[in-house]
């Protein structure tokens, strides 16, 4: 009992100590708050506090449990105030509004009191103390206004109130008990850790033909469940049937008496509630605070992107570029000089081949020259002017290789990082130029030299510093006519950066006021916090800071509050079914949600429509979005297994025959395509046509139409199986027989899966299928993927290259399959030299390298093994940095699905990434570009209702101002010369080209010696000239491969260029619209999506015939491969090739740039117009704005969805 005592003496002592400083910080709310509780031990008070509809009969509920008629009751609101009942001598007390509490002693008027109960304009809460015979001493009952009327003072009241109470009742009436209101606030009583009960009152209304109690009970449990509420116990109640079945008011107060009689001491709940109360505390004592340094925090707000790292960093930043800009043009110089020298000094244009042309130039101009025995002076000057021309012309062509687009290279993106640059001063760096002839070349022969080997190398560099000299000059000429444009550029930001170094050290002082509030608001916080837990406290209790009590008279305070009736509405509130609890959206769902809200809020607002077809748009793209998965690998990879261990059945038949090259796709079901649907396309007579081509060409036959080439086939196919290679025997054989049955063929077979396996197995049918699509309903599918099985890389016939190709550029994940035990074959590694190509122009890296059949391996060293080998080989073909690589057993991994066991290699690894880089990486692409849009339509909006709010006179200047910025950016839009672009383009494409045929040039020696090997010139006489042939034509087959491969990738890495400088356009774009009008919000460009040209067979036209002179030089195999004899064949060989290769080089370059530049400006033409639309758009709904043709309720409901929208988002993403 004494420790009672104590503790309770020791919590008085500390709601003292926080009253007194509550008080002294001038917080009379909180420091009220402490009395009140102090006042509440004091008494050994327990409060019961009845909350909940404002119908639902708490006041009658209260007044029926005290037997006494308290309180005002009726089917309209009416307690409009805190009222709290307890047993004791009379007296009321009403603390009012302004702080205020008048003390009535000794007299209660029924009447007046319960008038007073409905003022809530004037008294906050009112304290009756009467004699109660059957209320306990002690116990006090707090009725509280309904939560859910009109009047939201009502709501806050009540939860105002709810840090007194012990335990809480939650009134609602029969009809709303499910309303979501209800759950809500039960959840926000939950949520402040009281005990509470839900009463379901009026529960007379119940009508059992309606629907059975029980099942009525059950739906209400099954919502409480739901909503994760923890009711102590749910009762039903009616005061108008006492002796109603289901009437359960007697339980309500045995329940509330044995509450009260369990909890004979509260001081350990007052010390919970204190906690709220010191947090309050502590908000206000930050609000005054914040007041103090409201400019401080305006500040850092208005820069609220800007963190105090970031700032710090920039003031040095700042103080940096300050001091370079004190040397900027000294500096600027000396940079771009320094480089452009070193392109000069380090520009190997004087190469063996040119030296010795200079050599034979030199020669030429000697006194003593001849040309042969009779040469007579004309024929002597005209060698030495053919000598000059060659010089010339190989020289020329050095420097414009190695040094014009390199010093042009240097300059424009010297200039193009310059502050103050125009299309001109690109345009010129673009095409600037070093002017000279060929009397360079005669210049610099020195007047007596005569001729050796050293005067040639005098001579060699003589030339080139002439050359260097005379560029030296172009560009220092160009750098300080440009320069000049810029040094009062330079002189402005030296100046601003000056102000913004100020502007930061305001910042910097603003958050050490920030700190200030920080620390101040901890102190507080933790200071009262110790207070509340500490064990032991000094001090006495008796000196507390409450309410002023005046003593009245009730008849004094009926005259002075002049208490009235309000007049309140009746509220119609229908019973709201509560939402279930939904299973956690992911942020798909949450997007396509938030798209239809928004563009439904956005349907009626006519100056908006850009955007709500933006979002449409996209949203719809997102929601029908599919992705593909292109398996690449040869034909012994085990693809089909691999994808069949994906799906989880085996779906796809594995193909007996390598030769085919049909495309296998499994696509998700559809309302048009059921589960098992099965779809075959035919290929057409061109594209089989095609395929034979190369069999006819090494026939050298004619052929008009397939039926031809089929009859001639059959009738020779002995013959023709000694001539061409195996598979191709094998491939003719099918087509002849399966040709009648192709030529009765549907163009497109629609079957299902029990037929699916006769068109891939049986080679016959396999021969004339182009591709299949399966339809099959699984876990993969249904994410909405479809898997690919390609021909991949067994093939170097063209149109599977381009096919192949096509598949690598727009598959969203490329998996590359390689056998475990299997060697990387020539069509492999071409395979991985391309995808090393075209890593670099993805977005982002799609590639997964899986090892097929690990389980081959006999132990994991040697797996590992096999894993560095793979590795080595990604990076010899320019994979490099961590590829993602598994090693899978296929077969087991589909066993394990099939019995539900586990697969002991990486299989489930591999899904779980492939799953998170299309749910993750690809989808977070597509969310963040609708996510834009919609801030860009928030912002719209808000700038929309700034411009409905303003006055007449500031409309009318701004309504001035938006037209002429409007006028301004569309004559800037108009006016914009992006014709430079397409020289940009050509320059990049002539480099790019320029350096595929080196690296084909390079690797053609690589070629050479894998065709040309011992091992395939093994026989004798005419035998071995027939296998020479078909050397040559396998050596014409690979350099024709490689070359239409490295096409292929330069027409991506064009793409990439392009949308490179479609964003640098759109940048600059931007930028020149925000300098006219920083508020016009445009959205950013996604990328262009180009049709890549279809790159030709290189050597399609040419015959065999134009190269087979050099198999002339052959003698013997002996001869061939120890004496030399095969490096001239390799020169002669590459020297005829390069003719024809630069012809279609040229060809296909002049055919690439077309297509490409035709694309860009198509792409220019689609950015324009949108930017012009948007901007266009936004002003005229501004205008419109101002002029009230916008309903600015449905801006404001636009604003709402928009601003709950976001605030959700970023919640969830943060």
Excluded at 67 to 79: A, D, F, H, Q, V
Excluded at 95 to 109: M, P
Excluded at 469 to 481: C, D, I, L, S, T
Excluded at 675 to 681: A, I
Aim: aromatic residues 10%.
């Amino acid at each position: 009992m004494q420790l009672q005592i104590e503790e309770r003496q020791l919590v008085m002592r500390k709601l003292a100590q926080l009253n007194n400083i509550m008080h002294d910080e001038l917080d009379v709310t909180n420091a009220t708050k402490v009395w009140r509780l102090y006042e509440k031990l004091k008494r050994n008070e327990f409060v019961i506090c009845f909350a909940g509809h404002f119908s639902a009969g708490k006041s009658t509920l209260i007044n029926t449990i005290a037997e006494e008629n308290l309180l005002p009751t009726s089917p309209i609101p009416t307690s409009a105030n805190i009222v709290k009942i307890h047993d004791g001598p009379t007296y009321v007390r009403l603390f009012r509004k302004n702080g205020d509490v008048l003390h009535i002693d000794n007299e209660y008027d029924s009447k007046s009191v319960q008038s007073m109960c409905k003022d809530g304009a004037n008294i906050e809460t009112i304290e009756l103390s009467r004699p109660l015979a059957h209320v306990p001493n002690g116990m006090t009952f707090m009725d509280t206004p309904g939560m859910d009327s009109t009047d939201n003072q009502h709501r806050l009241s009540t939860e105002n109130a709810l840090y007194e109470a012990d335990a809480v009742f939650f009134v609602t009436d029969y009809n709303h008990v499910q309303s979501e209101y209800n759950f809500a606030f039960m959840k926000h009583i939950q949520a402040k850790g009281k005990p509470f009960y839900l009463i379901v009152n009026q529960i007379d209304k119940h009508d059992e033909t309606e629907i059975p109690f029980e099942d009525f009970n059950y739906s209400l449990q099954n919502a409480i469940e739901n909503w994760n509420l923890n009711i102590e116990r749910t009762l039903f109640t009616t005061l108008m049937q006492v002796d109603h079945p289901y009437n359960e008011i007697k339980e309500v107060k045995n329940i509330i008496y044995s509450l009260y009689q369990s909890n004979s001491k509260n001081w350990p709940s007052i010390s919970d509630t204190c906690e709220e109360v010191i947090l309050d505390h502590v908000t206000f004592i930050k609000n005054k605070l914040e007041s103090k340094y409201k400019d401080s925090l305006q500040l850092i707000s208005d820069n609220s992107t800007t963190t105090r790292s970031m700032l710090i960093e920039q003031m040095e930043k700042w103080q940096s570029e300050i001091n370079k800009l004190e040397d900027w043009q000294q500096s600027q110089w000396n940079d771009i000089i320094n480089t452009t020298q070193k392109i000069l000094d380090n520009a190997p244009i004087m190469p063996f081949d040119v030296r010795e042309k200079a050599e034979n130039y030199i020669q030429s101009c000697q006194d003593d020259f001849k040309v042969g025995w009779l040469a007579t002076k004309k024929k002597k000057v005209a060698e030495k002017e053919r000598r000059l021309t060659l010089l010339f012309n190989s020289f020329k062509e050095k420097v414009k290789t190695l040094v014009d687009w390199h010093v042009q290279h240097a300059l424009m993106q010297w200039v193009s990082t310059l502050p103050i640059h125009d299309e001109a001063d690109l345009k010129n760096a673009q095409t600037i130029n070093c002017i000279w002839d060929e009397s360079l070349l005669q210049n610099q022969i020195k007047k007596g030299a005569t001729y050796s080997s050293q005067y040639v190398l005098t001579y060699c560099e003589d030339v080139k510093r002439e050359i260097t000299k005379m560029w030296r000059e172009q560009v220092m000429a160009f750098v300080n006519a440009v320069l000049q444009k810029n040094a009062h550029h330079i002189e402005r930001e030296y100046h601003n950066k000056t102000k913004q170094i100020k502007e930061a050290q305001e910042l910097l002082e603003a958050y050490k006021n920030y700190d200030y509030i920080q620390k101040q608001t901890t102190d507080k916080e933790n200071l009262l916090f110790n207070i509340l837990y500490s064990e032991t406290l000094e001090g006495n209790h008796s000196c507390l800071h409450g309410p002023d009590i005046t003593y009245a008279s009730l008849e004094n305070i009926n005259d002075e509050l002049n208490v009235q009736q309000k007049n309140i509405k009746t509220i119609n509130t229908d019973a709201v079914q509560p939402e279930k609890e939904e299973k956690k959206k992911t942020d798909a769902d949450s997007v396509l949600v938030y798209s239809d809200n928004i563009t439904q809020a956005l349907k009626p607002i006519e100056s908006m429509q850009h955007l709500k077809r933006d979002i449409e748009q996209k949203t719809s793209r997102f929601k029908n979005r599919h992705y593909s998965l292109a398996l690449f690998g040869a034909f012994s990879a085990g693809k089909s297994s691999f994808a069949n261990a994906l799906l989880g059945e085996s779906v796809l038949p594995v193909s007996p025959n390598p030769t085919t090259a049909t495309i296998n796709r499994i696509h998700p079901v559809s309302e048009q395509f059921k589960h098992g649907t099965v779809r075959v396309k035919r290929k057409s007579e061109e594209i089989m046509m095609g395929e034979l081509e190369p069999v006819f060409n090494s026939l050298n036959i004619k052929v008009i139409n397939l039926a031809q080439a089929v009859e001639i086939f059959a009738e020779k196919i002995n013959i023709i199986a000694g001539i061409i290679e195996q598979n191709a025997v094998s491939f003719i054989k099918a087509v002849v027989e399966g040709f009648e049955a192709y030529k009765n063929m549907d163009d497109i077979i629609e079957t299902d899966l029990s037929h699916f396996k006769q068109y891939v197995a049986h080679e016959e049918k396999a021969c004339f299928v182009e591709w299949i699509d399966v339809y099959y309903d699984c876990e993969i599918t249904r994410k909405g993927i479809s898997l690919i099985d390609t021909p991949g890389a067994d093939s170097v016939n063209a149109r599977h290259t381009s096919v192949a190709f096509q598949y690598i550029k727009n598959a969203d994940a490329v998996l590359f399959i390689t056998y475990y035990n299997h060697a990387f074959t020539k069509a492999d590694r071409e395979f991985l030299r391309q995808l090393g190509r075209l890593k670099d122009s993805f977005e982002m890296d799609k590639m997964f390298f899986i090892i097929n059949a690990a389980d081959l391996a006999k132990t994991d060293h040697e797996l590992q093994d096999v894993k560095h080998y793979i590795k080595d080989q990604l990076a010899l073909y320019g994979i490099t940095g961590k590829p993602r690589m598994y090693t899978v057993s296929s077969r087991q991994a589909l066993s394990a699905k099939k019995n539900t066991a586990k697969d002991p290699y990486s299989f489930n690894d591999l899904e779980l990434d492939l799953n998170t880089f299309i749910t993750e990486e690809l989808e977070h692409v597509a969310i963040s570009s609708i996510i834009s849009d919609y801030k860009r339509a928030l912002s719209t909006t808000n700038h929309y209702l700034e411009a409905i709010d303003k006055d007449t006179n500031d409309k009318k200047i701004q309504q001035s101002i938006l037209q002429n910025n409007q006028k301004k950016i569309t004559l800037y839009m108009k006016n914009y010369n992006a014709s430079r672009y397409g020289d940009l383009i050509t320059q990049e494409i002539d480099e790019l080209i320029y350096y595929v045929e080196q690296r084909v040039s390079l690797r053609f020696t690589e070629h050479f010696k894998e065709v040309f090997h011992p091992g395939a010139l093994i026989e004798k006489g005419r035998q071995l000239q027939n296998e020479l042939v078909s050397c040559l034509e396998e050596l014409l087959k690979w350099v024709s491969f490689d070359l239409q491969q490295e096409v292929q990738a330069t027409c991506l890495r064009v793409e990439a260029y392009n949308n490179r400088n479609i964003k640098k356009l759109e940048y600059s774009l931007h930028e020149k619209c925000y300098e006219i009008d920083m508020n016009v919000p445009l959205q950013t460009f996604d990328g262009f999506k180009y049709s890549t040209p279809i790159i030709n067979d290189s050597f399609k036209n040419i015959g065999i015939q134009q190269f087979t002179f050099v198999l002339n030089t052959f003698k013997t195999p002996k001869d061939f491969f120890e004496k030399n004899e095969k490096q001239k064949m390799l020169e002669q060989l590459s020297s005829a090739f390069k003719v024809p290769m630069k012809d279609w080089l040229e060809e296909e370059t002049n055919r690439i740039k077309s297509e490409y530049i035709m694309q860009f400006n198509n792409a220019i033409d689609k950015l324009f117009t949108d930017i012009a639309e948007e901007v266009d758009q936004y002003y005229n709904g501004l205008l419109a704005s101002m002029q009230h043709k916008t309903n600015k309720n449905d801006l404001i409901k636009l604003n709402n969805v928009l601003h709950d929208t976001l605030s959700t988002w970023e919640e969830t993403h943060n």
